[in-house]
T-cell receptor, first 112, second 112 residues
């Protein structure tokens, strides 16, 4: 079946460090891919998305590229801030309006 | 994006009782979803609620335990029935609209 796998957390980084959170997926066809962020005590917010192969989603300094050949959608940021501390979820969906399938989430903690 | 008001934000309930969670959207949406996020885990879809039809439940979730109402295009409720400590989770509603998926801030339920 379709699934999403993320790297284990928690990830602890110092401010201004480079961030990579790995995400790979198993799916037939070509799903749309998303990264969501959940700040402490809040709901999920869409961070970025990509709807087809080789698309790059970007927002707030975060980037992720839809790699069909490696079935991956790794999240990167060149210089993290304390305010980026949150839980990050990778997700996929086949049809807009359909069921989102989430990875297990990766907790990021950024220290000053 | 649609704005979702989810209530209550948190509750502590006695086992054997029921809790109804409300989700109010500021615009009309066709697709509404209810998710469960167990402690330290990812989001699992409970059911899809479309106005004018019965909710569609995912494997492992049944209507008797999680009855859902969807009386119109801006409102839905999820009831967690006959609660046990294993039902302690965050419950989130989500909608799909013109700007993609939006999530409520969640209801943190603790069953004692």
């Amino acid at each position: 079946g379709n699934s999403v796998t993320q790297m284990e957390g928690p990830v602890t980084l110092s401010e201004e460090a480079f961030l990579t959170i790995n995400c790979t997926y198993t799916a037939t066809g070509y799903p749309s891919l998303f990264w969501y962020v959940q700040y402490p005590g809040e709901g999920l917010q869409l961070l970025l998305k990509a709807t087809k192969a080789d698309d790059k989603g970007s927002n707030k300094g975060f980037e992720a590229t839809y790699r069909k050949e490696t079935t991956s959608f790794h999240l990167e940021k060149g210089s993290v801030q304390v305010s980026d501390s949150a839980v990050y979820f990778c997700a996929l969906v086949y049809n807009q309006g359909g069921k989102l399938i989430f990875g297990q989430g990766t907790e990021l903690s950024v220290k000053p | 994006s649609a704005v979702i008001s989810q209530k209550p934000s948190r509750d502590i309930c006695q086992r054997g009782t029921s809790l109804t969670i409300q989700c109010q959207v500021d615009s009309q949406v066709t697709m509404m979803f209810w998710y469960r996020q167990q402690p330290g885990q990812s989001l699992t879809l409970i059911a899809t609620a479309n106005q004018g039809s019965e909710a569609t439940y995912e494997s492992g979730f049944v209507i008797d335990k999680f009855p859902i109402s969807r009386p119109n295009l801006t409102f839905s409720t999820l009831t967690v029935s006959n609660m046990s400590p294993e039902d302690s989770s965050i419950y989130l509603c989500s909608v799909f609209g013109n700007n993609g998926y939006t999530f409520g801030s969640g209801t943190r339920l603790t069953v004692v």
